[in-house]
Structure formats: C-alpha cells, structure tokens
C-alpha cells in the first residue's frame, strides 16, 4: 500500500514539473529506461517531441529526431501525460 502511495505522489511531481516548465516556455526532459543511457526525449511547449542525445562536450543535446504524432502519443500514454 504505501509503495503504490508513493508512486502516485511521484507520478504528481512530475505531472506538475512537466506543466510548470511547459508553461513557461521551456522544454522538459523525459528520460525513459528503454532508451539509450545517452538518449532521452525533449518534449517543447509547442506539442512536439524529440528523440536527443546529449554531447557531453557540448553540454547540450542534439536532435536525433522528430517523434510522428504516433509516437508522440505512445509516449504520453505509456508515462501517463494524458
């Protein structure tokens, strides 16, 4: 019971963060673990989302690319954003 408590308060944190930075204007983060270690998703306040990976020496991500609608709503489903 409190295993699954603390997975719903997570699943709202990160609700929350993922509106407030959307809000703002910037990009969130989504890692997933069925990704490479050095590959995440960039989700941007317009709706789309990008597959990235991150250059170390850079400091920065780069765009592998552009998820389709399909995909897009996979995502948001599997990590319950809907």
């Known amino acids: 019971m409190k ?9 709202f944190a990160i609700r929350l963060m993922r509106k407030t ?3 703002s204007g910037h990009p969130f983060m989504i890692n ?3 990704l ?6 960039l ?7 990008q597959l990235v990976t991150i250059n170390r020496s850079k400091k920065d991500f780069e765009k ?4 389709t609608k ?3 709503n996979a995502v948001r489903k599997k990590l319950q954003f809907v």
């Open 3 to 11: 295993r699954k408590k603390l997975e719903e308060s997570g699943l």
């Open 21 to 23: 930075k959307l809000e």
């Open 32 to 34: 997933v673990s069925s």
């Open 36 to 41: 490479p270690a050095d590959q995440c998703y």
């Open 43 to 49: 989700e941007f306040p317009d709706g789309n989302i």
């Open 64 to 67: 592998v690319r552009e998820l």
């Open 70 to 72: 399909a995909e897009k």
